[in-house]
Structures are given as C-alpha cells and as structure tokens.
C-alpha cells in the first residue's frame, strides 16, 4: 500500500509539473508565433510582450500587443492593445483547425494618419492585401509540425472601447469608435488561414474608422470648428479610396 501511493504521488508530480511546462510553452508559443508570423503579414514591426494560455480551459491573455506605423508614417504606433481575452477549444490546440470560442479587444488607441488621400490605416490594409496575394510571406507559415496547413475559425470577435487619435503621431482629436462584433469568422468554411482571418477582422475595423471619422466631422462641422472639421474631411478621404463611400463587410 505505501508503495502504491509513492508511486500515485510520483505519477501525481509529474502530470502538475507536464500541465505547468505545457501552459509555459503554449505562452512562449503563441508569443514567437505572432512576433515572427505577423511582421510578415502587416510589413511592420509587430511586437507581442506576452501570452498566457491554460492548456485545460484554452482560456488566456495576450498582453503589449503594438503595431507599428507602415514605412513613410510616424515613429507613433498604428495601434496599441494593452490586452486581449481569448477563449480556444483546449483539444483544438492539437490538431490543424484551431476553433476560436471568443476574441475580446478591450480598449485599443489607433493612431490615424493622413497625407491628402493616403493614410497609415490605408497603407497596412494594402500590405496585408498584398501579402495574402503572393502567398510569399504567408503560405508556408500556418502548418503544424506534420507540414498541415493549419485553419482557423473564430466563433465571436469582440472589439469594445476603442478610441482613434487623429493626426500626425496621434497628436491630434480622440474620437470613439463604435463596438465591433463579428461572429464566425470561418466556421462555415471549416476554418479559415491564419492570414484571412486577420485580413478580415483588419477589414472591418479599418471601415468602423471611417464611420467614427465621417460622423466625428459632422459634428465638428455643426459646431463650427472649421479647421479642425477640414482635418478630419481629409482623413475620411485618405480611406474612402478604399472602402468607396460605405464601408464593406468581410
């Protein structure tokens, strides 16, 4: 009997000390996933500080998630995310089509910037379009060990609070965006690349920008702020060549 429970102790050690190493390297992981796989994508820099995700509920948060500006824009970041939930089926984790149960983005600042018809959002959207065209950065990245292209779906996109700063390096108005929610990003399909899902959420958040910004002039407008109404006329133009006058859904 006392050996028996020697044993089961032992056993009891070792499956902590496995659950322990398995979170720390899901955290690691994900961190050297996104700094190495979305610089390639977005063609800035993209830094992640940290991830932490329990291997047994799928639940974590990222935290210090910053993309910056693309080349020729501000040394300020295009945007700041202090932290985000995620919610994973834990058994999705092993195989090649990740499931998603919820995304929530709480309280990111966007720094918007605009040269006449040009804009910082405007630029980016081009990278990530660019990027899932050639296939060159993106295609071989998303694969698990056995070389499987790896799908992902997301059952709920959250994104709540945001704010945009108009102007060079942010400097300018804050205005708030309106709450995103987007629901199954994939699941029809049986998921979805990596890179599509991202090109899709960017997508949509770059259009509610353009809502944010189109009302945000109106109301200066009623105002009387002239000047200021000018500014934020020309940042709605530098992403209307994209979007056309309404935005589009993914």
């Known amino acids: 009997m006392k050996t028996l429970l020697i044993v089961l102790g032992v056993l009891t050690a070792l499956g902590v000390a496995a659950v322990i190493a398995l979170q720390f390297f899901l955290g690691s ?5 996104v700094n190495h796989f979305a610089p390639k994508l977005t063609q800035t820099s993209v830094v992640l500080q940290g991830a932490s995700i329990s291997p047994l509920t799928g639940s974590g948060t990222l935290t210090g998630l910053v993309i910056g500006n693309p080349q020729g824009w501000g040394e300020t970041p295009l945007c700041t995310l202090g932290k985000v939930h995620i919610d994973v089926a834990p058994f999705s984790l092993l195989g090649d089509h990740i499931v998603v149960n919820e995304i929530i983005v709480d309280a990111p600042e966007i720094n918007y910037e605009t040269k006449i018809v040009a804009s ?10 660019s990027a899932l065209r050639s296939g060159k ?3 071989s990245l998303a694969t698990t060990k056995d070389g499987k292209p790896i799908k992902v779906a997301v059952k ?3 994104l709540t609070n945001a704010r945009v700063r108009l102007g060079a390096g942010g400097t300018g108005m804050t205005i708030p965006m309106p709450d995103i929610e987007l629901n199954d990003l994939g699941t029809k399909e049986g998921g979805l690349s990596p890179d599509q899902i991202v090109a899709a959420i960017v997508k949509h958040v770059a259009g509610d920008v353009v809502v944010a910004t189109v009302k945000a002039a109106g109301d200066i407008s009623k105002t009387g702020g002239a ?8 940042a709605v133009e530098g992403l209307k060549g994209l979007f056309g006058d309404d935005k589009k859904k993914p």
């Open 227 to 234: 000047a200021t109404a000018e500014g934020v006329k020309r």
């Open 156 to 158: 709920k996109f959250r």
């Open 137 to 139: 950065n993106t295609a």
């Open 120 to 129: 910082n959002v405007n630029d980016l959207l081009k990278s990530v379009e």
């Open 29 to 33: 992981a994900v961190t050297a996933g």
